[in-house]
């Protein structure tokens, strides 16, 4: 019964919230919880909702990962973003057999202290700005291949004097054939707005996205391939005309700017990432992926440099897995990505042999 509940109450909420269908960029707020500090999935292009491994971290995006094996796991991430910016997720999971696998954590973005001024330059003082999110996840694993899960987010923002206050939810499923090796992974994450807006009156939504995904991994070799539909609630709309970039083509006729196109491939690749892993074992990997929506956002008109394009590896030494991840985004500036798991269990066994 308390399973039903928690269920039913995730998809009354995905029901019943305004339609965001319709969003766009810029028009959402809490942009913050697009951003993945987890070193891996930040490896992997930004989202990796497919990675069936035991790694409470991929939960955050996928809560239908949650699993038994992930029982008392710990986790520490933080992302150097650029200014002194800084983010992070600390979280913590717990089994209950025939019920499920909980997690549990905040996320968080810290701007730092700015300058405040009067009109005319003169500085009056500092104020901060900040972000968080305290998320409750749940997924059950309903047969030797389907897993369910869904998660509760309460986001709470602070910019200098002004406050929001937010409620977002994500529903997940994932297929998995161990025999086969492939994943299938459905996720549609952040439905919600604010319930308190920083200005009376003007609530805005949370940034939706509604995902699709597939992993393959191959017997005889030890690559694990990964494709990630992005944001199918706007399918064919990330792109937009920018009839005032530089550099777009004149006609001889009339002198007008020809409006810049985009045909149905261009289209499609907006929506995709695409990753890779090398599976050394079970304590070892290293992983390479593409995201053609960030590199031709963030790249320069002559020079793409690293955009779009990301990497990192992982390991296990002693009792905890590191894990390191690096996210180009333009010439020179990249995002460094660091994250810790503990299992008590691991502890736990090591006080029962000591004192025997």
Known sequence: MFVNKILYFILSWCLTAPVVLAQVAGTSTYQFLSLQPNARIAAMGGTAITLDDNDMNLALQNPSMLKAEMNNQITYNHVFLFQNIGAGYVGFTKHMDSIGTFSMGIQYIGYGDFKRTLANGEEIGTFSAGEYAANIGYGKKLSDYLSIGGQVKLIYSSLAEFASVGIATDVAATYHNNDKLFTAAAVISNVGRQIRAYNNGNNENSPFNAQL???????????????????????????????????????????????????????????????????????????????????????LEDLGGFAGFSWGFGFKVSKMQVAYGNTGYYIGQCTNHFSFIFNLNDFKKKKRNTAS
Do not use: C, Q, W
């Open 213 to 299: 995904a597939f992993s393959k991994k191959f017997k005889h070799n030890p690559f694990r391939f990964t494709i990630v539909a992005n944001h199918l609630e706007k399918a064919g709309k990330l792109l937009y005309a920018n009839n005032e970039k530089p550099g777009l083509k004149k006609s001889l006729e009339t002198g007008d700017i020809i409006p810049e196109t985009y045909n149905i491939g261009e289209k499609t690749l907006a929506h995709l990432t695409f990753g890779s892993e090398i599976l050394l074992g079970k304590t070892f990997y290293i992983a390479l992926a593409y995201n053609h929506f960030k590199r031709r956002e963030m790249r």
